[in-house]
């Protein structure tokens, strides 16, 4: 194998990872249980995203910017996200 083929490997490898991990990750999207939420609103105030509303006193996960970072998980007083 010649050193430019290993750095074209090497290279195509890259991006297929970055392209991968680039993003929300939706096949990991975090719940609310709704019958827990009392819409306190500290998740929305956490979220370094902006991937989290309280709607009529509920919150509401934007599964679109969610990037698992789980600082809802952890500032929930209720225990309501997971």
């Known amino acids: 194998m010649t050193r430019f083929t290993r750095l074209l490997l090497v290279s195509l490898l890259a991006l297929v990872v970055f392209a991968a991990c680039d993003g929300p990750l939706a096949s990991a999207l975090l ?11 500290e998740c929305e105030e956490v ?8 709607i009529d ?26």
Do not use: F, M
Not at 31 to 41: A, P, Y
Not at 47 to 54: G, K, T
Not at 57 to 77: K, S, T, Y
């Open 57 to 82: 006193g509920d919150a509401v996960i934007n599964p679109n910017l969610c990037h698992q970072c789980n600082r809802c998980v952890e500032v929930c007083p209720e225990g309501a996200i997971y």
């Open 31 to 41: 719940s609310i249980d709704e019958s827990r939420c009392v819409g306190c609103g």
């Open 47 to 54: 979220c370094p995203y902006n991937a989290i509303e309280v």
